[in-house]
């Protein structure tokens, strides 16, 4: 028998453990929940999806991207239902998850998501003030142009 004392019986009689949200809610929960995905946990997560807090949201639209390439072929209409009740979240960054996993069906346009999603402004606008004010750091750039300082420096520097 089923313990559900850490566990959530939704439609269908299908149970959504706990421990799943958790799972999806850290930091890199949706790698690992991912490749257990199933038309059972997908179908479970449908369910529950508003119930689920922010971060546990964006972790299960997340976990589709690292379910298998098999997964991801069989459950794509899992994935698909998944993604359409994400695309207008009250969360900024789950409705961009899910847009951004919807498929883009035209160029993508930075300037028209930063108008439609706050929350990417503000992230491009701290990332923006950062670089400005301490540059890029060598562990940011190209290998080809470290390489490159390196050797004008060695060059420049032979006696």
Request: charged share 25%; with cysteine; net charge positive.
């Amino acid at each position: 028998m089923a313990n559900t004392s850490h566990a959530h019986v939704v439609s269908g009689g299908t149970l959504l453990d706990r421990n799943v949200e958790l799972l999806l809610s850290e930091p890199w929960g949706a790698v690992k929940a991912g490749v257990h995905y199933n038309k059972e946990t997908l179908g479970s997560l449908c369910d529950q999806f508003a119930r689920l807090e922010p971060q546990a949201r964006r972790g299960a639209l997340l976990g589709s991207i690292f379910s298998r390439q098999s997964q991801q072929k069989t459950l794509r209409a899992e994935i698909r239902s998944l993604v359409d009740l994400a695309v207008h979240d009250k969360d900024q960054w789950v409705s961009l998850i899910a847009r951004a996993l919807g498929g883009l069906k035209e160029r993508f346009d930075l300037g028209q998501l930063q108008k439609d999603v706050p929350a990417v402004a503000g992230a491009l606008a701290s990332i923006r003030n950062k670089i400005q004010a301490e540059g890029t750091p060598d562990s940011f750039r190209p290998l080809e142009v470290n390489a490159r300082l390196t050797f004008v420096f060695v060059r420049d520097f032979r006696v």
